[in-house]
């Protein structure tokens, strides 16, 4: 009986093993088929946190860690020369219908007059203008050849520093699990826990960074109800 019993619980093992095994390499093959061009398409929008993950998966050998940058690339520079292009020639129509443009639009001019042609630079690392500053600089006379410049080596700079966040990440989790494959899960899980925590700190340093304005209405407030 008890001879049985351990036939039977090795089969499942075995058998949970191979199922493992079988969906882990189904999921190889698919990134490899489609991994690199659904990695283009999240740079040419945005893209961080699927930057990071494609470093990390690299690191487990699901991706090519320089393709992975090469897509993230292609996609981030392409995508700010689209949207300056299309600041330029569709800037007024944009501000018009698009009010979160128009709201960002004077803080945008603002990081401009400060900080000149460098914004071209820096502004896929500012995040919430990533996608404005690019349509607002092509609303001004900056000249477009110069902006592909910067917007190149801002996105060489860009797609290495956070592909290798993630490829990073799992190699210092490798420095303390011995088998890393066999908890790969739980480490996908951490880093998104811990981009979710990065991204979530920006709304609340802009909460208390609006603290000052929000005292100052509620006191306007305050006034007019007492006044006659």
């Known amino acids: 009986m008890l001879t049985l019993k351990l036939r ?11 199922t ?23 740079t040419f929008l945005e893209g961080e ?28 520079f392409l995508g700010d020369q689209f949207y300056f292009h299309v600041g330029r020639r569709k800037g007024p129509f944009l501000l018009k219908f698009f009010t979160s443009i128009a709201r960002k639009f004077r803080k945008a001019l603002k990081l401009i007059e400060r900080y000149g042609a460098f914004v071209a630079f820096i502004s896929r ?3 919430g203008f990533r996608i404005v500053l690019p349509i607002i600089l092509g609303m001004t006379p ?4 110069y902006f592909l410049y910067l917007n190149l080596a801002s996105a060489l700079s860009w797609s290495v520093v956070f592909s290798m966040a993630g490829y990073l990440f799992g190699k210092g989790a490798a420095l303390f699990i011995e088998d890393v494959g066999r908890y790969e899960p739980y480490l996908l899980l951490a880093l998104g826990s811990i981009v979710f925590c990065f991204w979530i700190s920006h709304f609340v340093i802009h909460w208390w960074r609006k603290r000052p304005a929000r005292a100052r209405l509620r006191r306007m407030k305050a006034r007019h109800n007492l006044s006659p």
Not at 8 to 18: N, P, T
Not at 28 to 42: A, D, R, S, T
Not at 55 to 73: D, H, K, P, T
């Open 8 to 18: 039977l619980w090795c089969g499942l093992l075995s058998s949970h093993c191979d």
């Open 20 to 42: 493992g095994a079988a969906v882990q390499e189904f999921f190889k093959e698919y990134l490899q088929v489609h991994g690199y061009w659904v990695l283009f398409l999240g």
């Open 49 to 76: 946190a699927i930057l990071i993950f494609a470093g990390f998966l690299a690191f487990g050998g699901y991706l090519n860690i320089y393709l992975v940058m090469l897509s993230a690339l292609a996609g981030s």
């Open 125 to 127: 690392y500012t995040y």
């Open 142 to 145: 900056f000249p477009s050849r």
